[in-house]
C-alpha cells in the first residue's frame, strides 16, 4: 500500500459540515493514516468494507456528535486475518480493533480484487481446466468465471475457510451476452487465502445453449423502433427544491441525504414542517436498505447459490454513474457518492444520486353536484435515487415523497436473469427461456430499516386488520366493518406477517402527540404481502436470513443493531441479526423503536425476462395517518387558472 496523499490534520478545513454527512474523501484519507500508524495496513492487509460510523443518535439530537469516527473491515490476503477496526479521525487514534473467529463471526465481505484473482486462481486449475476441455471449451479467454459467495452447509473442510463457488459462462465471441452461454452441472470450490480450488463438482454435463442473448446486436433485437415521438420534461422556473449540501428541502419535506458503500442511499431526519410556524415534526430518524438476499430455488449442485448483496458484496460500491437524459429526465440534481477501492483509496461516483421532481397525475378531484364546485390539483413527488449493479443484476433505489405526506420506497430491479442450462423435460424449478437455456426461480427480499420518530422518539407498533362483524343483536344486517388492532409490546411479539385477506397494516404511533380528537399521531406501514423466505425454515440460507422469516419486526434502538442479517454476513453460521436483536426481548411500547420490513418479488422468470429484464418494481408505502388534522394539500393551487371553477 502506498501512503496517502492528504494527512488528518489536513481534515479540519475539508471536513463534513454534518455529523450525518456522508465520510469525505479527506476523512478516510485520513483514517486509513491512523490505521497504518497503528500498524494495521501491512500488506497484504485489504479494506473489504470502509465507511462512517454514524454518531449516536442521542449525540446527533443534541448537538454532542463533535467525533468523526470510520469503520474498516480489513482482511489480509495472506493470512485470512479480518480485523473490524473503528478509528477517531477527529481524535486521531484507533477506538477498537477487534480480530474476527471466523467460525462464529464469519468473514469479511467480497473485494473487489477477488473477481479477477478467482478467474486466474481457476484458470489455472487442471481438474477445472480438464472438465472443461471435456465440455469441448478449451480456449478460457472465451470462458467467464462467476464468484459466489458460499454460505455456509455445515461441511467442515468448507467452512474453516475464506472461499467463493465459482460458476462458468461461457462467452464465444467478443460482445456475446455471457449470461446465455451457461456451462452448467460443474462448479469451482476456491480458498482465496490459499488461492487454489480445492474442489471442483461436477455433476452432469449438458450442452451450452448457443442462441445468442447479446441485445446490443441488431440480429438479435431488430432494427430500432421509429414510432416513439420525444416526451421533454421542462421545469422553466426550475425545480421546487433546495439542496443544500447534504440537505434536501421541498414543500414541507426535509431530510438529509446520505451514501455509504454497504447499504448505498441512507436518508435521515425525515421531518415534515408544518405550515404555521414551520415547526419540524421528525417522521423518519433514519431510512435505509441495509440487506437483501436473492435466494435460488435449484436444488441440484448449486443449492448453494443464494447472494446477500449488501453484506457480502456491498450494494453501495457498485452504485452507478447517472446519465442526464439517459437514467434521469427533466431538471436533476446530482451527488457524487465517495467509497474507497480495496486500499481504502477514496473513489468518487459522479452523479451517484439523483434528486428530482415528478408530476405523478392527480392529487384530489371532486365536481361537486350541490355547489357546482369543479377543482382538480396535481400530486407532485420528490424522487431521491440511485442504482447499481451487482453481477447478473442492477436494482434502483427510490425513495419518494409526496405533497400529502406520503413516503414510498420502490426498487426496481432489471438486468439479466441469472441462468443454468435446461436438462429438458419437466424442470420445476426454472423456466426456459431459450432453447435449453433455464433461468432457475429465486426470491429478491430486501430489508428496510425505518429508525422510527414519529413526532418524537417515544413511538409504538400496532397491528390494525379489518374485518365484517357476524350478524348479532348489534349488526343486525351482518354490514359491519371493524379495525382490530393489536399493539405489539415485546420484541418478541413482534416478528409479523402480512395479511391481505385481512388488509394488514402496521400503524406507528407516538405516545406522547396527539391530533385534534386526542388520538395518536401516526404513520401506518402498507406491505405488498409477497412470500417471505420460501427456503425450509431448518435450512442454511433460512439460519443466515432469519430477517425474512417475516415481513415485520420492530426493535428497540440500539446504535450497534445496524443490520438485518447481521454485521458480517459473508459465511456467517446464522443467527445473526435479526433473530439476536430480538434475543434480549426488550419493550417496544413507547421506546425509541427500529421497524424492519421484509419484501420484494419471488421471481419465477417469464420469457419477457430474457435477454434482457424491464424493471420489476417492489416496495412499500408510509401514510400520515391523523397525523394532520386534515387533507394537509388544501393550499395547492390549481395547477392553471382555467382549472377552477365554481
Ligand atoms: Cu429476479
Not at 424442470?427 to 414519529?454: C, I, K, N, W
Request: charged share 25%; with cysteine; net charge negative.
Amino acid at each position: 500500500m502506498t501512503d496517502t496523499a492528504v494527512r488528518a490534520d489536513e481534515t479540519a478545513r475539508s471536513g463534513p459540515a454534518h455529523p450525518l454527512d456522508p465520510a469525505t474523501a479527506a476523512e478516510y484519507l485520513a483514517g486509513r493514516d491512523i490505521m497504518a500508524a497503528a500498524g494495521l495496513l501491512t500488506d497484504p492487509v485489504r479494506f473489504a468494507y470502509y465507511g462512517l460510523e454514524e454518531a449516536p443518535k442521542g449525540d446527533v439530537l443534541t448537538g454532542a456528535a463533535a467525533d468523526r469516527r470510520l469503520r474498516a473491515f480489513l482482511v489480509n490476503l495472506d493470512t485470512g486475518v479480518s480485523t473490524d477496526v473503528v478509528v477517531s479521525v477527529t481524535g486521531r487514534k484507533v477506538i477498537s480493533a477487534r480480530q474476527l473467529d471466523p467460525r462464529t463471526d464469519g468473514q469479511m465481505p467480497i473485494l473487489e480484487s477477488d473477481f479477477a484473482a478467482v478467474d486466474e486462481i481457476v484458470k489455472a486449475d487442471p481438474g477445472w481446466l480438464a472438465a472443461m476441455a471435456r465440455r469441448g471449451l478449451d480456449d478460457v479467454s472465451k470462458i467467464r468465471t462467476c464468484p459466489i459467495t458460499a454460505g455456509v452447509f455445515g461441511v467442515a473442510d468448507d467452512d474453516r475457510r475464506r472461499m467463493v463457488r465459482v460458476l462458468a459462462f461461457a462467452q464465444p465471441r467478443e460482445h456475446d451476452l455471457a449470461w446465455a452461454h451457461p456451462v452448467d452441472g460443474i462448479a469451482a470450490y476456491v480458498d482465496l487465502i490459499e488461492k487454489k480450488v480445492f474442489k471442483v463438482t461436477d455433476e452432469f454435463e449438458l450442452a451450452v445453449p448457443a442462441e445468442s442473448g447479446d441485445y446490443d446486436d441488431e440480429a438479435v433485437r431488430g432494427p430500432h423502433r421509429s414510432t416513439l415521438k420525444p416526451i421533454e420534461i421542462t421545469q422553466p422556473e426550475g425545480p421546487s427544491f433546495t439542496l443544500n449540501g447534504h440537505e434536501l428541502r421541498w414543500q414541507d419535506w426535509s431530510m438529509r441525504i446520505g451514501f455509504d458503500a454497504r447499504e448505498g442511499l441512507t436518508l435521515h431526519q425525515i421531518g415534515w414542517h408544518d405550515h404555521d410556524g414551520g415547526h419540524k415534526r421528525p417522521v423518519i430518524y433514519r431510512a435505509s436498505i441495509p440487506e437483501m438476499v436473492v435466494p435460488y430455488g435449484d436444488p441440484r449442485f448449486r443449492y448453494w447459490q443464494a447472494y446477500f448483496d449488501s453484506g457480502e458484496y456491498l450494494v453501495g460500491k457498485w452504485a452507478n454513474s447517472l446519465e442526464l437524459g439517459c437514467d434521469c429526465l427533466g431538471e436533476i440534481a446530482y451527488l457524487d457518492a465517495t467509497v474507497t477501492d480495496d486500499t481504502g483509496q477514496p473513489r468518487t461516483i459522479a452523479n451517484a444520486i439523483c434528486v428530482h421532481e415528478e408530476d405523478f397525475g392527480i392529487l384530489w378531484k371532486h365536481t361537486d353536484i350541490f355547489n357546482g364546485s369543479v377543482q382538480s390539483r396535481r400530486q407532485r413527488r420528490l424522487v431521491v435515487s440511485y442504482f447499481t449493479t451487482v453481477g447478473n443484476y442492477d436494482y434502483g433505489f427510490y425513495w419518494y415523497f409526496y405533497l400529502d405526506g406520503t413516503i414510498e420506497c420502490e426498487i426496481k430491479a432489471t438486468g439479466v436473469l441469472f441462468t443454468s442450462a435446461h436438462p429438458g423435460g419437466e424442470h420445476p424449478y426454472s423456466t426456459e427461456v431459450a432453447p435449453g437455456l433455464a433461468a432457475p426461480a429465486h426470491q429478491h427480499l430486501f430489508s428496510a430499516r425505518l429508525d422510527m420518530t414519529v413526532d418524537g422518539l417515544a413511538n409504538a407498533v400496532e397491528e390494525v386488520d379489518v374485518s365484517g362483524r357476524p350478524i348479532g343483536p348489534d349488526n343486525p344486517y351482518g354490514n359491519a366493518i371493524v379495525q382490530e388492532v393489536t399493539r405489539l409490546t415485546r420484541e418478541s411479539q413482534s416478528g409479523r406477517r402480512a395479511d391481505d385477506s385481512r388488509g394488514r397494516t402496521w400503524r406507528v404511533v407516538s405516545t406522547e402527540q396527539r391530533n385534534r380528537f386526542g388520538h395518536p399521531t401516526s404513520f401506518t406501514l402498507y406491505p405488498e404481502a409477497a412470500p417471505v423466505l420460501l427456503a425450509d425454515p431448518a435450512s442454511p440460507v433460512a439460519a443466515r436470513a432469519g430477517f425474512a422469516q417475516n415481513h415485520l419486526w420492530v426493535t428497540r434502538y440500539d446504535p450497534d443493531q445496524r443490520y438485518s442479517a447481521g454485521d458480517f454476513v459473508n459465511q456467517h453460521p446464522g443467527g445473526a441479526g435479526i433473530p439476536a436483536f430480538i434475543a434480549g426481548d426488550r419493550d417496544i411500547d413507547g421506546a425509541d423503536i427500529v421497524v424492519w420490513h421484509t419484501f420484494g418479488p419471488t421471481h419465477f422468470p417469464r420469457l419477457e425476462d430474457w435477454p434482457v429484464m424491464p424493471v420489476a418494481r417492489c416496495g412499500f408505502v408510509l401514510k400520515p395517518t391523523s397525523f394532520f388534522d386534515r387533507n394537509p394539500t388544501l393550499d395547492v393551487p390549481p395547477p392553471a387558472s382555467h382549472c377552477s371553477a365554481g
